[in-house]
């Protein structure tokens, strides 16, 4: 019996002369599927079973995966393909996906969030530094992380001039409890102000704030920082991004 499914391809593994075994992420979560040929460079099925491709799939099922019967491209995100900074961010968040979406369970908010991303990397709407630092929050948040910042963990003040983020809870303390425990404050409120947003606001507006240094550098610290606490995983798509960005 077959299937039709969309989906963004997020991984891909040779397999024999020239085929692949695909992740691909569907609004019903993750599926893999066995792509013949698809590595040959005139194959029928090759483009559309490419990273980073949202495609139409046809699927026979299987005992273990699918099978890619035919495959048609719906998108392809040239820019991001041409620029080794922008694919190598996109390929770190598809990474991140692999580990956090789950199989065959509904997985359209991670899809959406993760276009809608795709989209900003290729028209260069927004800086690289801000599209890493939201999209690690969100994943963050749609898996179960989402931090519990919106007051000081000690005494429950909703602000601070200063506050020190704890990340194995994803807590903050004012800076007098900060001080009454003998650490130091060291975040300025505007980063716990942007964070606070980006968990609370829809995807497409996520991006809808400004930071400036030396609040921005403090910002994508404590998200990558946040992430990687969480994620139990050597994230070698992360330290690639940050080799050939730096």
Request: charged share 20%.
């Amino acid at each position: 019996m077959n299937v039709s499914k969309d989906g963004l391809v997020i991984w891909s593994s040779k397999t024999g002369e020239a085929d692949r075994v695909l992740t691909i992420l569907t609004d019903e979560g993750l599926i893999t599927a066995y792509a013949r040929g698809s590595l040959r460079p005139n194959g029928r099925l090759t483009s559309a079973c490419t990273m980073l491709s949202l495609s139409n799939f046809e699927l026979a099922t299987g005992k273990n995966m699918y099978t890619v019967v035919n495959a048609e491209s719906q998108k392809k995100f040239l820019n991001i393909y041409s620029d080794a900074v922008s694919y190598a961010l996109a390929t770190y968040f598809c990474e991140l996906l692999k580990l956090t979406v789950p199989y065959n369970e509904e997985a359209k908010q991670y899809l959406t969030v993760m276009l809608n991303t795709l989209y900003l990397i290729n028209n260069g709407s927004k800086p690289l530094w801000q599209i890493k630092a939201v999209f690690e929050m969100t994943i963050m948040t749609l898996s179960g992380y989402m931090p519990n910042i919106f007051e000081c963990a000690q005494c429950g003040a909703l602000s601070s001039d200063k506050v020190f983020f704890e990340y194995s809870t994803g807590t903050w303390l004012c800076s007098s409890c900060s001080e009454k425990r003998g650490i130091q404050a060291d975040v300025p409120f505007s980063v716990m102000s942007a964070i606070r947003y980006i968990v609370s606001a829809e995807p497409q507006r996520a991006f809808a704030f400004e930071l400036r240094s030396p609040s921005k550098e403090i910002f994508c610290d404590i998200c990558e920082r946040y992430l990687v606490e969480h994620i139990d995983h050597d994230l070698k798509t992360l330290n690639y991004y940050h080799t050939i960005k730096d």
